[in-house]
């Protein structure tokens, strides 16, 4: 019950820094801006001290754990990995235009009868 009232006042942060971006549209847009970061920065910490937020933080430390151990490709294997794929769109793109070339001209020339060019 205390980390739904938790998660609930978090969310009441969260809305009346936007209630006080809007209300006060005379006032500096960098203070406004500054208040909404603020009340964001303010909902996580009151959030975090709940068993929902303390596994999300978790869950977001063991990402980053998971992230440092993958293997990215080289920048070569990057460039010719795209190379092959942008080498297919156009390979592809040309095959569906051909074939929707060689359609049109089966239904409307031989089908229909009907003179396109």
């Given at each position: 019950m205390l980390d739904k009232l938790?998660?609930?006042a978090a969310a009441l942060i969260v809305i009346a820094g936007i209630g006080v971006?809007?209300?006060?549209?005379?006032?500096?847009?960098?203070l406004r801006t500054a208040l909404v970061i603020?009340?964001?920065v303010?909902?996580?910490?009151?959030?975090?001290?709940s068993t929902q937020g303390q596994a999300a933080w978790q869950f977001a430390v063991?990402?980053?754990?998971?992230?440092?151990k993958v293997v990215?490709?080289?920048?070569?294997?990057?460039?010719?990995?795209?190379l092959?794929?942008?080498?297919?769109?156009?390979?592809?793109?040309i095959y569906l235009w051909l074939l929707d070339t060689l359609s049109f001209w089966v239904i409307y020339d031989m089908l229909?009868?009907?003179?396109?060019?």
């Open positions: 938790k998660l609930t971006f809007y209300g006060f549209s005379d006032a500096s847009l960098l603020g009340s964001v303010a909902a996580a910490a009151v959030s975090l001290t063991g990402a980053r754990t998971e992230v440092r990215w490709p080289t920048r070569r294997e990057t460039v010719q990995g795209t092959v794929v942008i080498l297919m769109v156009i390979v592809i793109g229909l009868g009907v003179r396109t060019g």
